[in-house]
């Protein structure tokens, strides 16, 4: 009886090492993909990129009030559809352009 419950346990850990064993090469694989994703992709850059982050909260806050305040006087004033969204669509377009020149820093 003894016998048979040292067998079935030598079993049990044998099969037990060998999960564990396939485990570890499973999250070493997934390590070194993982390092070679990180390798591959360009870091995130935090902090101010891009053009929005430019300006302060206020600013944006401000311009976005601005356009929405456009918008709206374009819509109440202006009687024909096809025009009101003539109108706003180019406001749109040329609204990088009027922020650039009223609150550009370099000048």
């Known amino acids: ?27 070493a694989r997934r390590a070194r993909r993982r390092a070679l994703v990180r390798r591959m992709v360009p870091a995130v850059r935090r902090g101010r990129t891009g053009r929005l982050p430019r300006y302060s909260r206020r600013e944006r806050a401000t311009i976005v009030a601005l356009t929405l305040a456009a918008i709206v006087l374009i819509w109440s004033l202006v009687p024909d ?27």
Request: hydrophobic share 60%; net charge positive; charged share 35%.
């Open 1 to 27: 009886m003894s016998k048979e419950r040292a067998r079935r346990r030598a079993a049990r850990e044998a099969e037990a090492a060998r999960r564990r064993v396939a485990r570890e090469r499973a999250l």
């Open 81 to 107: 559809l096809a025009l009101r969204v003539v109108l706003i669509v180019l406001l749109l377009l040329v609204l990088p352009v009027i922020v650039v020149v009223a609150l550009d820093r370099r000048s």
